[in-house]
C-alpha cells in the first residue's frame, strides 16, 4: 500500500469525545481507516499525486453520528406520505389532505404523517367523521408524531375489515362508539397495520407489526422498488452526517435487502445494525431466528445480534404502562404489551443465547418492569457486559435510577421528544404526566449523574433525524416548572452521546466514535465551528460532508 494518504481533510478543526485539541488540524484516511491527526498541514508524505484534499475552512470536523434509535425503511417510505407537522384545525387538514390527493385517486388509502394529539384543540379527538368530510369515498388515515396512534376515515376502516371492531391482544386498541361502530381512533400497532396492509404498506412495517417476513415473497419489481426504497432512506441518513444507523425495528428482509445493496454498489453508505423483532405472541423458541441473524450478519457495515422489544406503549394514548395511575386517569395505570412475567423469560433466554436486548419502555412501570428482567437475567445466567438497553425512558422512578448502573443497562434516549423541545407541544402530555412526575421525565442528565451511559438518537420518523438539532434540543432544554431539576446537557455531552456513547452501545469504542489515528473514517464536516457559535443557533449547522468508511457518502459540493 502506498504511503500516501488516500484522503486529506485539511483545515479542520477537530471536536471529538476525549480529545482535546486547539487550532487547526489534517486528518489522513487510507484503508477505511483514520491514518493520523496532526497539527497545521501534516507531514509531506501524507500527501501524494493521487491524494484527495477536502477544506474544512475551519469548521468543526466531529466523527460520524452514530443514530442509536429510528426505523429506517419505514421511515423512508414515509417520505412520499403526506407531512402534517404544524398543521392546526380541521380547515388546515381538509386543504393539506385535497392538495395532496390530487393526482393519487388510484390509491385505496392516503397515508399522512405527524398529526397532533391536539389537531383540533386540547379537549378534541378526531373522529372517522371528520375525516369523511374531507375524504369521503377514498380511504384516509393519519398518524400521531410518535406513531402510536392513528385516525381513519370510515373508508379505511372498511377496506381493513375494523368498522365493527376487532379482538386485540392487551395493549391494542380500536376506540369503539356509542353506536357500536369504531370511532377512528387507532391504538398501537396491532390496531392500526391493517389499515396499513390495505393500503399497501404493510411490508415497510413489518419490522415493527409482526417481526416476520413477507408473504407471499415479494415479486421482482416489488423486491427491486424495496431496494429503491432502502436506498433513499440511506443517502437521506448520509445526507445529515449521520455513518451508522442501531435500527430498531427488524426482520431478516431488510438484512436481505442491504445486503443486496451493499453487493449491488460495492458498499452501504451508512453501517447498518437490525434487531430481530420480538412481539408478545412469540414464543421463546423464536429466538433462534434471533441468534440466525446474529450469525449470518456481523460485519463493520451489516450486523444484527439485538432483540428489540416493546413492552408499553405512549403517554399521549394511556398506553405507557405507570407505576401510580395517569393524573388526568386516576384509576389507569396502562396495560404493557408483555406481562412482567413474559418479558423476565424473553429477558433471561435472550440473555443467555449473548444477545443484546433492546426494549421501548416509556412509562416508569414499564421502565422497572424491564429493569426487574434484566435483573433475573443476570441471576439466571451471570454476570456479563451484556449492555442490554431501554429505549425512551420518558418517566423513571426514583428507586430504579440508580439500577442502570448497576446492571450495566444503557438509556437510548431522544432529545426531541420532551414537550416543549424542537416544537413539541406540552399537552396534552405534561398534564398526563402530572407535576410529582415532572422532576424525573425524560431525565438524561439524573441518569448520566447516577452513572448511566447515556446514547442519543431521533426515533426518525417519529422526530426529525438531523442530529445537530437533537443536539440543540438537548443543550436548549428548559424546565416545565423551576423546581424541576435541570435535565440539558452541555455541547460536548450532546456530541458524545451522539458518537462514541452510539459506539459503546454496540460494544465498538475501541474502533469508532473518535477521531484518532487507528479508528474507523467515519467523519462529518460541517458548516460551522460548533464552538464558537451561539448553542441557540446550532440549528442553522449542517453537515457539508460525510464520509463512512473513509469513502464520502455524502457532499454538498
Given at each position: 500500500m502506498s504511503d500516501f494518504a488516500e484522503l486529506l481533510i485539511v483545515?479542520?478543526?477537530?471536536?471529538?469525545?476525549?480529545?482535546?485539541?486547539?487550532?487547526?488540524s489534517t486528518i489522513a484516511v487510507s484503508g477505511g481507516k483514520i491514518r493520523g491527526v496532526e497539527a497545521d498541514e501534516g507531514p509531506a508524505s501524507w500527501r501524494g499525486p493521487d491524494t484527495r484534499i477536502v477544506d474544512a475552512a475551519g469548521a468543526s470536523v466531529t466523527p460520524g453520528f452514530s443514530e442509536n434509535h429510528m426505523h429506517l425503511f419505514s421511515g423512508a417510505a414515509e417520505l412520499d406520505h403526506l407531512q402534517l407537522k404544524g398543521v392546526s384545525g380541521l380547515d388546515e387538514l381538509t386543504a393539506a389532505v385535497r392538495q395532496y390527493a390530487k393526482g393519487r385517486d388510484e390509491q385505496k388509502i392516503l397515508f399522512a404523517q405527524g398529526a397532533d394529539y391536539t389537531l383540533l384543540g386540547e379537549t378534541d379527538r378526531l373522529t372517522r367523521h371528520d375525516l369523511d368530510k374531507i375524504s369521503p369515498d377514498q380511504g384516509l388515515i393519519l398518524f400521531a408524531p410518535d406513531h402510536h396512534t392513528a385516525w381513519a376515515n370510515t373508508r379505511a376502516l372498511e377496506?381493513?375489515?375494523?368498522?365493527?371492531?376487532?379482538?386485540?391482544?392487551p395493549g391494542n386498541e380500536i376506540v369503539m362508539g356509542a353506536d357500536g361502530l369504531a370511532t377512528g381512533e387507532l391504538r398501537e400497532m396491532e390496531a392500526f397495520s391493517p389499515v396499513q396492509a390495505a393500503g399497501g404498506f404493510g411490508r415497510y412495517r413489518l419490522g415493527l407489526s409482526t417481526g416476520g417476513e413477507p408473504d407471499p415473497r415479494p415479486t421482482a419489481a416489488e423486491w427491486r422498488t424495496d431496494m429503491d426504497?432502502?436506498?433513499?432512506?440511506?443517502?437521506?441518513?448520509?445526507?445529515?452526517?449521520?455513518?451508522?444507523?442501531?435500527?430498531?425495528?427488524?426482520?431478516?428482509?431488510?438484512?436481505?435487502?442491504l445486503a443486496a445493496i451493499e453487493e449491488e454498489d460495492g458498499a452501504l453508505p451508512c453501517r447498518v445494525m437490525?434487531?430481530?423483532?420480538?412481539?408478545?405472541?412469540?414464543?421463546?423458541?423464536?429466538?433462534?431466528?434471533?441468534?440466525?441473524?446474529?450469525?449470518?450478519?456481523?460485519?463493520?457495515?451489516?450486523?444484527?445480534?439485538?432483540?428489540?422489544?416493546?413492552?408499553?406503549?405512549?403517554?399521549?394514548?394511556?398506553?405507557?404502562?405507570?407505576?401510580e395511575p395517569y393524573a388526568d386517569r386516576p384509576d389507569y395505570c396502562g396495560e404493557g404489551l408483555f406481562t412482567a412475567e413474559q418479558f423476565r423469560e424473553v429477558a433471561v433466554?435472550?440473555?443467555?443465547?449473548?444477545?443484546?436486548?433492546?426494549?421501548?419502555?416509556?412509562?416508569?412501570?414499564?421502565?422497572?418492569?424491564?429493569?426487574?428482567?434484566?435483573?433475573?437475567?443476570?441471576?439466571?445466567?451471570?454476570?456479563?457486559?451484556?449492555?442490554?438497553?431501554?429505549?425512551?425512558i420518558e418517566v423513571v422512578h426514583g428507586s430504579d435510577i440508580p439500577r442502570f448502573a448497576e446492571l450495566g443497562v444503557v438509556a437510548s434516549m431522544q432529545p426531541p421528544h420532551p414537550p416543549g423541545c424542537m416544537g413539541v407541544p406540552l399537552e396534552p402530555t405534561v398534564s398526563r404526566i402530572g407535576r410529582g412526575r415532572w422532576p424525573l421525565s425524560?431525565?438524561?442528565?439524573?441518569?448520566?449523574?447516577?452513572?448511566?451511559?447515556?446514547?442519543?438518537?431521533?426515533?426518525?420518523?417519529?422526530?426529525?433525524?438531523?442530529?445537530?438539532?437533537?443536539?440543540?434540543?438537548?443543550?436548549?432544554?428548559?424546565?416545565?416548572?423551576?423546581?424541576?431539576?435541570?435535565?440539558?446537557?452541555?455541547?460536548?455531552?450532546?456530541?458524545?452521546?451522539?458518537?462514541?456513547?452510539?459506539?459503546?452501545?454496540?460494544?465498538?469504542?475501541?474502533?469508532?466514535?473518535?477521531?484518532?489515528?487507528?479508528?474507523?473514517?467515519?467523519?462529518?464536516?460541517?458548516?460551522?465551528?460548533?464552538?464558537?457559535?451561539?448553542?441557540?443557533?446550532?440549528?442553522?449547522v449542517r453537515p457539508v460532508m460525510t464520509i463512512c468508511g473513509g469513502r464520502i457518502t455524502f457532499s454538498e459540493k
Open positions: 483545515n479542520a478543526r477537530v471536536l471529538s469525545p476525549g480529545t482535546t485539541r486547539s487550532g487547526l377496506l381493513s375489515g375494523l368498522l365493527e371492531g376487532k379482538q386485540l391482544r426504497v432502502m436506498r433513499l432512506g440511506l443517502d437521506y441518513c448520509a445526507r445529515h452526517g449521520i455513518t451508522t444507523i442501531q435500527n430498531m425495528d427488524g426482520n431478516l428482509y431488510q438484512l436481505e435487502l437490525i434487531p430481530f423483532h420480538f412481539k408478545n405472541f412469540m414464543s421463546v423458541d423464536m429466538l433462534e431466528k434471533a441468534s440466525e441473524m446474529a450469525a449470518r450478519y456481523d460485519s463493520d457495515f451489516l450486523r444484527s445480534g439485538v432483540v428489540k422489544v416493546f413492552f408499553d406503549g405512549v403517554l399521549d394514548s394511556w398506553t405507557a404502562v405507570m407505576v433466554e435472550a440473555d443467555r443465547r449473548g444477545l443484546q436486548i433492546a426494549v421501548h419502555a416509556i412509562g416508569d412501570g414499564a421502565v422497572k418492569a424491564v429493569l426487574d428482567g434484566y435483573a433475573a437475567a443476570r441471576e439466571a445466567n451471570g454476570v456479563r457486559d451484556s449492555r442490554h438497553r431501554i429505549e425512551h425524560y431525565a438524561w442528565r439524573t441518569l448520566k449523574d447516577a452513572g448511566a451511559h447515556i446514547c442519543f438518537a431521533s426515533d426518525w420518523p417519529v422526530s426529525p433525524i438531523s442530529p445537530i438539532h437533537g443536539m440543540h434540543a438537548a443543550i436548549t432544554r428548559t424546565r416545565w416548572q423551576e423546581s424541576d431539576p435541570d435535565q440539558s446537557f452541555s455541547l460536548p455531552e450532546a456530541l458524545e452521546a451522539y458518537t462514541v456513547e452510539g459506539a459503546y452501545v454496540e460494544f465498538r469504542e475501541a474502533t469508532k466514535g473518535q477521531i484518532k489515528p487507528g479508528f474507523l473514517a467515519d467523519i462529518t464536516i460541517l458548516s460551522h465551528d460548533l464552538e464558537a457559535i451561539d448553542p441557540t443557533d446550532l440549528t442553522s
